[in-house]
């Protein structure tokens, strides 16, 4: 975006370099016109200037819920984060046709072991209605991580339907584009034979996106999948 030249003069110039017109020069008012051609060239910004990055980080997750003998679904997950500010949206995690709001607060602490902590409050409502409190905790040494994220549900429609939602990975990147590990999961969305789902997971990363598969069960009951997909821009 061009912007508004600082004075008069240089503006009548790039007026007459807009609609094409040619800016007359004489020997006589050589030093003059000279003057006029570099005033000109420092009122307009350089093309090749680079715009002003993006102060927000915005990520949107969609998983996959691959359920045997239940019904199967797709779990969206958006979140933007600028300096401490962090906003969330979800779809289908606490219920079907249930969403959440989130707003939280990042901080970051250590160098070697790095610790990323987001407490949050969040409010549910759809089929299921409530407010909750929550977390986001990622825990990073060299080439490994440990991934919490959590949330209680206060249902304010039936108190004993208070649930503690929960989703843990533990990671390790033998490679930047490739992640494998272990994975576990509470919830009440679609239920199994295990209070605590757990499994194994293999993520692959190129450039801002990111896929994930997890199996859920496997050697306890009929296995369940999670595919998801993120997107970073």
């Known amino acids: 975006m061009l912007a508004t030249l600082a004075s008069a003069q240089g503006l009548d110039v790039l007026t007459d370099c807009q609609r094409g017109a040619t800016i007359p020069f004489s020997v006589e008012n050589e030093g003059n016109s000279l003057a006029v051609a570099q005033e000109t060239t420092a009122s307009v910004p350089s093309v090749a200037s680079k715009a002003a990055p993006n102060p927000w980080a915005l990520v949107l997750t969609t998983s996959g819920y691959i359920v045997p003998g239940g019904q199967s679904y797709v779990s969206p997950d958006f979140t933007a984060d600028r300096n401490w500010l962090h906003l969330e949206a979800r ?87 490739l992640q494998v590990g272990l994975v576990s999961q509470r919830t009440r969305v679609y ?43």
């Open 91 to 177: 779809y289908n995690y606490e219920a079907h046709r249930t969403g959440s709001l989130w707003v939280g607060y990042d901080f970051s602490t250590g160098k070697k072991l790095v610790l990323d902590l987001t407490p949050m409050a969040g409010a549910v409502f759809g089929n299921l209605n409530g407010v909750a409190p929550g977390y986001l905790l990622t825990l990073t040494y060299k080439k490994l991580q440990l991934y919490s994220s959590g949330e209680y549900v206060f249902d304010i429609q039936k108190r004993n339907d208070n649930f503690f939602y929960n989703w843990n990975q533990l990671t390790y990147s033998p490679l930047k584009w």
């Open 191 to 233: 239920h199994t034979g295990l209070d605590v789902q757990r499994g194994a997971l293999v993520g692959f990363t190129y450039k801002k996106l990111t896929f994930t598969t997890n199996v859920f069960n496997f050697g306890w009951t009929t296995p369940t999948e999670v595919l998801a997909l993120g997107l970073s821009f």
